[in-house]
């Protein structure tokens, strides 16, 4: 699992379309905050939803295999048991990163996801990631981990 400072800040800094898997148009719904998150820090957002039309003023896919253009990463908030046929979708549709969300951990889809040669990131919160690793979480008093006197490389 690729969950090691260089490699989440060398996936966020790459992945750079982000297709995600359970997007809810509600905006109190943690995937919708981190979506529009990402979405106001330069991501594009690819929601991935057969419930809605649009969602954050971009088009909704009903499935992966729907998407008619290139996906860096695939960010999932659905329940463990939902994300293996995700995963294959991931394989298939050639993404770079299987990004599982937090109280997200299904180890079949993280073995599948590594063994295509994705990277993968299972229990944590893109959001939160990108925040802690580019300045964002120090400002509120949180502990990153990343502090030092060195740039990042």
């Given at each position: 699992m690729a969950d090691d400072i260089?490699?989440?800040?060398?996936?966020?800094?790459?992945?750079?379309?982000?297709?995600?898997?359970?997007?809810?148009?509600?905006?109190?719904?943690?995937?919708?905050?981190?979506?529009?998150?990402?979405?106001?820090?330069?991501?594009?957002?690819?929601?991935?939803?057969?419930?809605?039309?649009?969602?954050?003023?971009?088009?909704?896919?009903?499935?992966?295999?729907?998407?008619?253009f290139a996906v860096d990463m695939v960010d999932v908030f659905r329940k463990p048991d939902d994300v293996l046929p995700i995963a294959q979708g991931a394989v298939a549709i050639g993404a770079k990163c299987l990004w599982q969300q937090l109280g997200v951990k299904n180890l079949e889809a993280d073995a599948l996801a590594r063994a295509a040669g994705l990277d993968s990131v299972m229990d944590r919160c893109v959001k939160i990631e990108h925040a802690r690793l580019f300045g964002g979480l120090n400002w509120v008093g949180v502990n990153t981990r990343v502090i030092s006197a060195r740039r990042p490389l």
């Open positions: 260089a490699n989440l800040r060398r996936i966020l800094e790459t992945c750079r379309t982000i297709a995600v898997v359970g997007l809810s148009a509600e905006w109190h719904r943690p995937s919708f905050f981190a979506a529009k998150y990402m979405q106001a820090h330069g991501y594009r957002i690819v929601p991935v939803n057969p419930r809605y039309e649009t969602i954050l003023g971009e088009r909704c896919y009903a499935r992966l295999e729907d998407i008619p």
